[in-house]
């Protein structure tokens, strides 16, 4: 089935510890992007890559760190998890990044304690 | 700063018409976006503006007035289904998307 898919579904973390939340599309898509969306907030946007092969800074990319080997996979990592990283995470893409509409995977539960 | 308001919360009735507001403050404008968002879900696309006026969709409609920073959601013939949160989104001049926190939308029978 096309999509975006992420991995893990949830995860409860103990702090100080390293995370990968993995990301997958299946779409041939330029644009990719990582965001986190926390009770009464907007989704936030940590990092982006408009291309296979760069990356970009969101509005929150501090703790967070990202990589953008080939076109289908744009990793997350958490290098060393605070609770106040304890967030839902979407991966989403989209076509280009000037694109009218982005797709998003099913989301990563993370709890960091 | 930039920013991007619309209600917390709303109700309206099986059948009937609701309209959710959103007004927005950002750096540049390149589109307006509404999506929903089912609980314990993914957002998903529903409309996009870029020039003032309405843009309909069968049941919804979404309108733009760039001069004002203002934009709503029409949705038609409530269906119980459309319980769900939306989100009202901008494009600023950086290309990135600004989002606002989203209306959670209740529908009663």
């Known amino acids: 089935i096309a999509g975006i898919t992420q991995a893990p579904t949830s995860q409860i973390l103990a702090a100080g510890r390293r995370m990968t939340l993995r990301c997958t599309q299946d779409m041939r898509h330029n644009a990719m992007y990582w965001y986190r969306q926390d009770l009464g907030l907007g989704l936030r946007l940590i990092h982006y890559s408009n291309t296979a092969g760069t990356t970009g800074k969101g509005e929150v990319p501090d703790g967070y760190s990202v990589s953008r080997a080939n076109t289908d996979d744009f990793p997350l990592t958490l290098a060393s998890a605070v609770p106040s990283q304890t967030s839902v995470y979407f991966c989403a893409s989209s076509e280009g990044s000037e694109d009218t509409e982005a797709f998003f995977g099913q989301g990563t539960r993370l709890t960091v304690v | 700063g930039q920013n991007i308001d619309q209600p917390t919360e709303m109700t309206a009735t099986e059948g009937a018409i609701v309209q959710i507001n959103c007004t927005y403050q950002?750096?540049?404008?390149?589109?307006l976006f509404w999506y929903q968002q089912h609980a314990g879900e993914a957002p998903t696309f529903l409309s996009y503006n870029v020039l003032d006026g309405l843009e309909e969709k069968g049941r919804f409609s979404s309108f733009l007035s760039r001069s004002k920073g203002y934009s709503y959601l029409l949705l038609k013939e409530l269906q119980m289904k459309d319980s769900a949160s939306y989100l009202c989104a901008v494009r600023d001049s950086n290309y990135q998307l600004i989002w606002g926190a989203g209306t959670k939308l209740i529908i009663k029978p």
């Open positions: 950002t750096s540049g404008f390149n589109g």
